[in-house]
């Protein structure tokens, strides 16, 4: 069965300094990987997915995440954090077959960017 | 389009009584997913559907949940009866699938459930 894990309930940053949301993943063989984001009273909105070819990943409003097969981990990055940036983050995790649209969901990570 | 439309957006309901939460994919779309997310839990798939079908309902919490996609435009999540354990918000989401892989889901704005 595959699973996510988001290690930190919460990641406080200051605004402007860079951030990490990390994650880690098991599956059997090869994954589909997912960020989404959360703002209060929001359904999840998709920031970057990992498919195939270069491990980095970039996606909407200056994030990235990178892809570490040996590592099992597909942390969320941004260089400098906004205020705007506090919210809910999700990683996520599909199989490469059968039933790659059962997409398996981490507990989130708030993260907090601090005037 | 105007995306994934869930109704309604909150629901307050007694114990015993029957809840039917509504969602209308994106046009086009032919998955569609219904999650429960709570603060003890977190974001739980509890079943989803390929062109109308259901493909996997290993979720679902229990036999007083059930749901249903007539066609294409219109899914039903239906508690009967409901119970105070219930409560949580309730997410539709749809996504293409057509590519042959897991494609980007599109999350409605939820349904905020309270079982009292």
């Known amino acids: 069965a595959q699973s996510v894990a988001q290690p930190e309930d919460q990641v406080k940053v200051a605004e402007g300094n860079p951030l990490t949301v990390k994650c880690t993943y098991s599956?059997?063989?090869?994954?589909?990987l997912f960020w989404y984001v959360q703002y209060p009273n929001r359904g999840l909105q998709f920031l970057l997915k990992?498919?195939?070819?270069?491990?980095l990943v970039k996606g909407s409003y200056g994030f990235e995440a990178e892809f570490n097969k040996s590592q099992t981990s597909f942390h969320l990055k941004k260089p400098s954090a906004l205020v705007s940036d506090s919210a809910l983050y999700f990683c996520?995790?599909?199989?490469?077959?059968?039933?790659?649209?059962?997409?398996?969901f981490g507990t989130g990570t708030k993260l907090q960017v601090i005037p | 389009d105007a995306g994934v439309i869930q109704s309604p957006r909150h629901e307050v309901t007694e114990m015993g009584q029957e809840v039917t939460l509504r969602c209308k994919p994106i046009?086009?779309?032919?998955?569609l997913f219904w999650y429960r997310q709570t603060m003890m839990r977190g974001l739980e798939l509890l079943i989803y559907?390929?062109?109308?079908?259901?493909?996997?309902d290993s979720g679902m919490p229990e036999d007083r949940f059930s749901a249903k996609m007539p066609n294409a435009s219109f899914s039903t999540l239906k508690i009967q009866p409901s119970e105070p354990r219930d409560s949580a918000v309730y997410f539709c989401?749809?996504?293409?699938?057509?590519?042959?892989?897991?494609?980007?889901?599109?999350f409605g704005p939820g349904t905020r459930l309270l079982v009292l």
């Open positions: 996520a995790v599909a199989p490469r077959s059968g039933g790659y649209q059962k997409v398996t």
């Open positions: 046009s086009g779309h032919d998955y």
């Open positions: 559907f390929n062109n109308n079908v259901p493909i996997d």
């Open positions: 599956v059997s063989g090869n994954p589909y």
């Open positions: 990992y498919i195939t070819g270069d491990n």
């Open positions: 989401a749809s996504s293409l699938g057509t590519s042959g892989r897991a494609e980007t889901q599109y």
